[in-house]
């Protein structure tokens, strides 16, 4: 959603954050990343068609959710590996009302050079204190919220998301529809094929 880039692209700006860029590719056959600002950054769905056909003849669902795997986690690893980084600590935005995923980041080994924590659950941090301190704000994210939860979000009809929810958000913009309906025929064509 153009949105969540706009967004971004607000607090680095009102806050003075600079903001690294990152989007998958595949170069020389092989997943990798592309550097981009908010004007170069994709609007057109390409970087997931990306990793769609690389894990083709599949779409991401509940079994292989390679989707933010290889478009967050391993993009911004292949970049800090081109720096020359060797090891680091990622810091998530789960809250402390979030206690499912919580479990799971603690429970997880995530190997010698790599950590992940989640100071919002750490601190006691709600989805009301995130509500409030955007409340407070000058700007936020720009999307419908009914008490710190809206059904957009950046990954608009994801799989994850209620059918009804999924409904609604076609039938408010019927567009959206569009991009996924052109992925499902690309997977079936492939299927067609084997």
């Not at 919220?145 to 950046?154: E, K």
Request: proline share 3%.
């Amino acid at each position: 959603d153009d949105a969540t880039l706009d967004f971004v692209n607000e607090c680095s700006v009102r806050w003075n954050v600079e903001i690294t860029w990152l989007e998958y590719t595949i170069r020389d056959e092989d997943s990798s990343f592309n550097v981009v600002d908010y004007k170069t950054a994709s609007r057109d769905g390409k970087p997931f068609e990306q990793v769609i056909q690389r894990y083709q003849p599949y779409l991401p669902n509940g079994r292989a959710r390679y989707c933010s795997s290889q478009m967050k986690t391993r993009t911004m690893h292949r970049y800090l590996q081109s720096l020359g980084w060797e090891d680091w600590d990622t810091f998530i935005g789960i809250r402390a009302d979030e206690q499912r995923r919580l479990k799971k980041i603690n429970n997880n080994d995530y190997g010698a050079n790599w950590e992940k924590y989640a100071p919002l659950g750490l601190d006691n941090v709600t989805k009301k204190t995130v509500g409030d301190f955007w409340k407070a704000q000058p700007f936020d994210l720009g999307l419908f919220n009914n008490n710190g939860v809206t059904m957009h979000g950046n990954c608009d009809l994801c799989f994850l998301k209620a059918g009804s929810q999924i409904q609604s958000l076609i039938q408010e913009k019927p567009e959206r529809a569009l991009w996924w309906a052109k992925m499902e025929q690309l997977v079936e064509s492939w299927n067609q094929n084997d």
